[in-house]
């Protein structure tokens, strides 16, 4: 099974790519998708969902995950992150794959064993799970933590014969 797992965000959003095939996981791709912060906000969601459909297109996953939001300090920044968040909710799903959502504190907890780990953390656990690969950075070390979480839960799900 291919798993794509997103970290949202409206100038960054990171993507992750790995196989599961069992409880063994193995690294395809990463990367982050870029929107201009000099263009207005419909036309970067745009952009945004225009290269998320374009990766999927070329990678063909069978499931997806998006990490949700957690609340910033600036309101306007979480409704950018939300807006974001929600083109890559819909271009996944009208693409016919199914889509988790996974709370960043869940992630953190699954990959590393703590729901308080920061990102140098993850980046490491990240690489540990995933040896020898490189990281385009740190959201999509994020997207990356993101995909293993979705790929644990499903093979957990399938287990248990749901």
Partial sequence: ??????DPGLGTTGWGLIRATGNRLSHLANGQLKTDPKE???????????MLEAL????????A???????????????????ARGVCLMVAARSGITV?????????????GVGNADKVQVH?????????IAIAGPDAADALAVAITHAHHLASAKAMGQ
């Avoid at 995950?65 to 807006?83: G, H, S």
Wanted: aromatic share 4%; proline share 6%.
């Fill in 1 to 6: 099974m291919l798993v794509l797992g997103l």
């Fill in 40 to 50: 207005l906000l419909p036309q970067r969601l745009s952009h945004l969902a225009t």
């Fill in 56 to 63: 999927i297109a070329d990678h063909q996953p069978d499931s």
């Fill in 65 to 83: 995950a998006a990490e949700e939001i957690f609340v910033n300090k600036n309101p306007q920044t979480t409704l950018k992150l939300a807006q």
């Fill in 100 to 112: 988790g959502e996974y709370a960043a504190r869940f992630v953190k907890k699954a990959v590393v």
């Fill in 124 to 132: 490491a656990m990240v690489q540990r799970l995933l040896p020898g």
